[in-house]
């Protein structure tokens, strides 16, 4: 059974930064793409960022471009997502995916989600 489980969030000052962590397990993920996204409350979700199996390519949302960086490490089996200069904007629930992503930024594009982290910014 694939399980990721997200960790990192927290509530955090407008400014600051914070860095979200997905552990996976029943699966080695250097073969699949990661991607993280968001969901703010009474909104659809919506796609952050998104790294390939090698971490040769990744994209980003333009909300969160030059403020989000995701990360893998594939010896840990981890993928991260460093979140700086937050704005209360940001504030949502972040989970992580892992799938073939054929389609990156499209939630069809991944198999198995985590539970999410919640990530508050205040003003």
């Known amino acids: 059974q694939v399980q990721l489980v997200e960790s990192g969030g927290g509530l955090v000052q407008a400014g600051g930064s914070l860095r979200l962590s997905c552990a996976a397990s029943?699966?080695?993920?250097?073969?699949?793409?990661m991607g993280w996204f968001r969901q703010a409350l009474g909104k659809e979700r919506e796609f952050v960022a998104a790294?390939?199996?090698?971490?040769?390519?990744?994209y980003y949302a333009d909300s969160v471009k030059g403020r989000f960086i995701i990360s893998r490490d594939n010896a840990k089996n981890t993928v991260y997502l460093q979140m700086n200069s937050l704005k209360p904007e940001d504030t949502a629930v972040y989970s992580c995916?892992?799938?073939?992503?054929?389609?990156?930024?499209?939630?069809?594009?991944?198999?198995?989600w985590g539970r999410g982290t919640q990530v508050t910014v205040s003003s």
């Open positions: 029943g699966r080695t993920v250097s073969n699949y793409a």
């Open positions: 995916a892992t799938g073939p992503s054929t389609i990156p930024t499209m939630p069809i594009g991944y198999d198995y």
């Open positions: 790294i390939n199996w090698s971490g040769g390519s990744t």
